[in-house]
T-cell receptor
Framework: AQTVTQSQPEMSVQEAETVTLSCTYDTSESDYYLFWYKQPPSRQMILVIR??????QNATENRFSVNFQKAAKSFSLKISDSQLGDAAMYFCAYRGMNRDDKIIFGKGTRLHILP | SAVISQKPSRDICQRGTSLTIQCQVD?????MFWYRQQPGQSLTLIAT?????????ESGFVIDKFPISRPNLTFSTLTVSNMSPEDSSIYLC??????????FGQGTRLTVV
């Protein structure tokens, strides 16, 4: 069975600095999707970034980028120029390519932004 | 993307009662999902709600406790029945469109006293 592991329960970063959140996963599949979701205190889960495993190029969305290491099964999220609004729980997630595959979430990392 | 409206946003309920949570999507979707997020925890899938068929429940969740309706392609409800304090959680509705990612409603924060 697939698993997603986030080893950092909490992290803090100074405003305007860069922070990297770690995620590892386990799967026997060769093609799959990986995601980072953000959950601010408002509770709504917001998709931050998505990566297809067959793409070698790391996904980027403005200040958010990933370091996808397929062989190592690692999928870290880098947040540049951290802002107060980035404070939230961040969940790494995995989904297989089949239509009926479910999304598997990690336990989350709570990110604090220090002013 | 999809806009998902979930109601109520929060509620405080007496033990032994039931609460029905509604989820409305602004487009037709085949699969809708209900998640539970216990305090400080990750998301756990309760069930998948397909229009025109019975919901598919994950291990540890049963229809008697969490009955789900899916009357059309834009709407679903989840009922939390015979509630106890252990049911205090955030309940989230989610849909998946043609792309791989899921979109979520705002969540319902349920407190059972």
């Amino acid at each position: 069975a697939q698993t997603v592991t986030q080893s950092q329960p909490e992290m803090s970063v100074q405003e305007a600095e860069t922070v990297t959140l770690s995620c590892t996963y386990d799967t026997s599949e060769s093609d799959y999707y990986l995601f980072w979701y953000k959950q601010p205190p408002s509770r709504q889960m917001i998709l931050v970034i998505r990566q297809e495993a067959y793409k070698q190029q790391n996904a980027t969305e403005n200040r958010f980028s990933v370091n996808f290491q397929k062989a190592a099964k690692s999928f870290s999220l880098k947040i540049s120029d951290s802002q107060l609004g980035d404070a939230a729980m961040y969940f790494c997630a995995y989904r297989g390519m089949n239509r009926d595959d479910k999304i598997i979430f990690g336990k989350g990392t709570r990110l604090h932004i220090l002013p | 993307s999809a806009v998902i409206s979930q109601k109520p946003s929060r509620d405080i309920c007496q033990r032994g009662t039931s609460l029905t949570i509604q989820c409305q999507v602004d487009s037709q979707v085949t699969m809708m999902f209900w998640y539970r997020q216990q305090p400080g925890q990750s998301l756990t899938l309760i069930a998948t709600a397909n229009q025109g068929s019975e919901a598919t429940y994950e291990s540890g969740f049963v229809i008697d406790k969490f009955p789900i309706s899916r009357p059309n392609l834009t709407f679903s409800t989840l009922t939390v029945s015979n509630m106890s304090p252990e049911d205090s959680s955030i309940y989230l509705c989610s849909v998946r469109l043609s792309r791989a990612e899921a979109f979520f409603g705002q969540g319902t924060r349920l407190t059972v006293v």
